[in-house]
């Protein structure tokens, strides 16, 4: 069974510029669930995505934002890039079953660099 | 903020096994321990979680104190390649907060 998949794997742009990552959730996954790691820093929450609506938010500004798609695949995009943006993002995605046991599986992470 | 605090840092030796303390003194009744553990920058891997009973899988225990204010992850013997950041979350699903973890080291 395929896992969580990210692409680009790494993404270089200049600050001001727009980002796009994408994410595939394992097969039967229907949340999705974005998170920035800095570096020499731990996991920061970004967004979670459930059937297609936004469930939560991290404590990040407007110009972080995501949607997901009818086959449960995302998106995550930071638009205004700043210098400290610059980060390994991290998608999960989970089955959103038993209740309270959504076990997140992690992706490999997409790099992105701004210059 | 993070509702769990592990050690910064642990050593093993290679073979033997690796015990991780996790806290958890706020935890509610419903919300579940989590382990995952990163390697070198990879994505997060998902070890194991329980609500009350101890449990085991092919890659470790967790073991539960009955008060549920505190587990032990056990790696029963270490290699080398389980050299990582240890996660440990208690959490009810979706909402994971990630603390600084516990960075194993397992030495030859």
């Known amino acids: 069974e395929a896992g969580v998949t990210q692409s680009p794997t790494h993404l270089i742009k200049t600050r001001g510029q727009q980002a796009t990552l994408r994410c595939s959730p394992i097969s039967g996954h229907t949340s999705v669930y974005w998170y920035q790691q800095a570096l020499g820093l731990g996991l920061q929450f970004l967004l979670w995505y459930d059937e297609g609506e936004e469930r939560n938010r991290g404590n990040f500004p407007p110009r972080f934002s995501g949607r997901q798609f009818p086959n449960y695949s995302s998106e995550l995009n930071v638009n205004a890039l700043e210098l400290e943006d610059s980060a390994l993002y991290l998608c999960?995605?989970?089955?959103?079953?038993?209740?309270?046991?959504?076990?997140?599986?992690f992706g490999p992470g997409t790099r992105l660099l701004v210059l | 903020d993070a509702k769990t605090t592990q050690p910064t840092s642990m050593d093993c030796a290679e073979g033997r096994a690796a015990n991780l303390p996790c806290n958890h003194s706020?935890?509610?009744?419903?919300?579940?321990v989590y382990w995952y553990r990163q390697i070198h920058s990879q994505g997060p891997q998902y070890i194991i979680h329980?609500?009350?009973n101890n449990e085991t899988n092919e890659m470790a225990s967790l073991i539960i104190t009955e008060d549920r204010k505190s587990s032990t992850l056990i790696l029963p013997h270490a290699t080398l390649r389980d050299t990582a950041v240890y996660y440990c979350?208690?959490?009810?699903?979706?909402?994971?907060?990630f603390g600084p973890g516990t960075r194993l080291s397992v030495l030859p």
């Open positions: 329980g609500l009350k």
């Open positions: 706020t935890i509610s009744g419903n919300e579940y």
């Open positions: 999960a995605s989970s089955s959103g079953f038993p209740p309270g046991q959504e076990t997140q599986y």
């Open positions: 979350i208690a959490d009810y699903g979706q909402n994971f907060v």
